[in-house]
């Protein structure tokens, strides 16, 4: 019989909900330990800010960046921002988290010493670990050269203010900005290059613009005497310009006949940071999934190890579980899927399946079906998928039982509803599809590609629009959006809607 007399009991990391710096620190340190000796994550270096609720709601205003040019969006979104909060209808995000190296979090100074705790482990440890992992923010993002580049631009665009009005920069800005999320490459590999390099090649970009003809001049000296066969220039004109293109910022950043070469570095910028945020908006489950995953492994342990008290626990799992709230659908709250509640719910079920399985997660999941290797198997997953191919491929029956999930067919044709997804074997396929389908990035979007632009006839730019299962553009934010391109292309803008299956 083993004597436990001279054993201690470990002491809590804090005991009341005032946090001093010491505290943060030493709790930092535990959470530290954990992630990696026993989850084994692989994190950026940490940075851990401590900022007022008016710093917070600028944080918000700026898209969560710490450095920013300047918009008059930007501060219009702050004074929405504060209203709201002064009026006690919104509170504040406890933090906020930026994908560089070092991994910045910001930990509202309200917070008390447990949410802290959850914060620190959610961001600095789950988020950033996604970060560096995830296969989509190793392929679209610089997290070591980001911050620079966003000096960087800050200092360009504030330049060109000076030297040619605010108003003019402000309305060229206006454009990129409504045009940003159609100024992202969506389907290839962009160069391999560091956006710490940037503001050099600008000056390389400059000089070669200023030895280089116009686009336009070229190619009229490459058609000798305009007697080209008109298809035959038309494929020619496609191959030169690589077109169709999806990204519409770069298509204007090079071809544009009006545009200056401060006015593309500008496009430039927006479509850089654009692209810096589309991985996020492609992993909203996973990365959120990740973090609450994380978090609540790292804080459950200190909990049992004794370096929590009872009463720190009981808030954290307070906070855990609004975060985690999953409406009805006939709830007055529903607003589709919490994908913080669908993230976490999965990885909790991926562990559940590795160490517990039953004979449905045997047949689902035979890979991995009583491995008990789940840190493995979380992490592959975390590095490798995206939304929809992580809840293609993981999206277990058990899951779907305790959402209640069903699938309703919609055909703008039929003057009624049918249920097409059920808990049945083929209902729970089914249901997989649909819900991977929904949180494709790809179904959400208006597929819109430049097509041609004939610079030596009238100059029109031509656009087309893939309709998807029947559903046209919005009239308004359609003419909205011409507009802006018409803005940047200088000349007449077409846009053609066709339809997918033809």
């Known amino acids: 019989m083993v004597s436990t007399a001279g054993k201690s009991k470990p002491t809590p990391l804090f005991d009341q909900a005032d946090w001093d710096f010491d505290t943060l620190r030493r709790t930092f340190?535990?959470?530290?330990?954990?992630?990696?000796?026993?989850?084994?994550?692989?994190?950026?270096?940490?940075?851990?800010?401590?900022?007022?609720?008016?710093?917070?709601?600028?944080?918000?205003?700026?898209?969560?960046?710490?450095?920013?040019?300047?918009?008059?969006?930007?501060?219009?979104?702050?004074?929405?921002?504060?209203?709201?909060?002064?009026?006690?209808a919104r509170g504040l995000a406890y933090e906020i988290v930026i994908n560089s190296d070092p991994c910045i979090s910001y930990c509202l100074e309200e917070n008390t010493m447990p949410l802290q705790a959850l914060v620190m482990a959610h961001a600095a440890f789950g988020h950033n670990h996604f970060?560096?992992?995830?296969?989509?923010?190793?392929?679209?993002?610089?997290?070591?050269?980001?911050?620079?580049?966003?000096?960087?631009?800050?200092?360009?665009?504030?330049?060109?203010?000076?030297?040619?009005?605010?108003?003019?920069?402000?309305?060229?800005?206006?454009?990129?900005?409504?045009?940003?999320?159609?100024?992202?490459?969506?389907?290839?590999?962009?160069?391999?290059?560091?956006?710490?390099?940037?503001?050099?090649q600008r000056q390389e970009r400059l000089a070669a613009a200023e030895k280089n003809v116009h686009y336009l001049w070229n190619t009229i000296l490459d058609r000798p005497n305009?007697?080209?066969?008109?298809?035959?220039?038309?494929?020619?004109?496609?191959r030169?310009?690589?077109?169709?293109?999806?990204?519409?910022?770069?298509?204007?950043?090079?071809?544009?006949?009006?545009?200056?070469?401060?006015?593309?570095?500008?496009l430039r910028i927006v479509r850089n940071v654009g692209q810096y945020f589309y991985p996020q908006k492609q992993t909203k489950v996973m990365n959120e999934g990740c973090a609450c995953f994380v978090h609540y492994y790292i804080l459950n342990k200190l909990h049992a190890e004794g370096r929590?008290?009872?009463?720190?626990m009981l808030e954290i799992l307070h906070s855990h579980s609004n975060v985690l709230t999953q409406p009805g659908f006939d709830d007055p709250r529903f607003s589709g899927i919490n994908p913080y509640a669908l993230g976490f719910a999965m990885m909790q079920d991926i562990k559940r399946v590795c160490e517990e399985p039953t004979e449905e997660d045997r047949e689902w999941f035979p890979d991995i079906a009583g491995s008990r290797d789940w840190r493995n198997v979380l992490k592959h997953a975390w590095a490798n998928f995206r939304d929809e191919s992580f809840i293609q491929q993981f999206l277990s029956p058990t899951v779907m039982r305790r959402f209640r999930m069903?699938?309703?067919?919609?055909?703008?044709?039929?003057?009624?509803?049918?249920?097409?997804?059920?808990?049945?074997?083929?209902?729970?396929?089914?249901?997989?599809?649909?819900?991977?389908?929904?949180?494709?990035?790809?179904?959400?979007?208006?597929?819109?590609?430049?097509?041609?632009?004939?610079?030596l006839g009238d100059r029109c730019l031509h656009l087309q629009s893939v309709r998807r299962d029947g559903v046209s553009l919005d009239v308004d934010s359609k003419e909205a959006t011409l507009r802006y391109v018409e803005r940047l292309w200088g000349y007449k803008v077409e846009l053609k809607e066709v339809n997918s299956s033809t």
């Open 29 to 88: 340190d535990a959470i530290e330990e954990v992630s990696r000796t026993d989850l084994e994550l692989d994190v950026y270096p940490n940075q851990i800010e401590i900022i007022s609720s008016e710093q917070m709601l600028d944080a918000y205003s700026s898209i969560g960046m710490p450095l920013m040019y300047h918009h008059w969006s930007f501060g219009k979104h702050f004074l929405g921002h504060e209203r709201l909060y002064r009026k006690g």
């Open 131 to 200: 970060f560096k992992s995830n296969h989509l923010f190793q392929q679209w993002t610089d997290a070591e050269g980001i911050l620079d580049y966003l000096e960087y631009a800050r200092r360009f665009i504030a330049g060109c203010e000076e030297k040619h009005g605010a108003d003019e920069v402000e309305s060229l800005l206006d454009a990129a900005h409504a045009l940003m999320s159609f100024g992202v490459f969506r389907h290839r590999r962009p160069r391999q290059l560091s956006l710490r390099e940037a503001e050099e």
């Open 226 to 238: 305009g007697q080209q066969n008109a298809d035959a220039a038309l494929q020619e004109r496609k």
């Open 240 to 266: 030169e310009m690589q077109l169709p293109e999806e990204n519409l910022l770069y298509f204007l950043e090079l071809y544009s006949p009006i545009l200056e070469s401060w006015q593309r570095e500008i």
């Open 308 to 312: 929590l008290t009872d009463g720190a």
């Open 406 to 455: 069903f699938a309703i067919g919609d055909e703008a044709s039929a003057s009624f509803c049918t249920v097409t997804g059920i808990h049945n074997d083929h209902g729970y396929r089914h249901l997989r599809d649909v819900l991977a389908r929904n949180n494709d990035l790809s179904n959400q979007e208006p597929e819109i590609q430049i097509v041609d632009a004939d610079l």
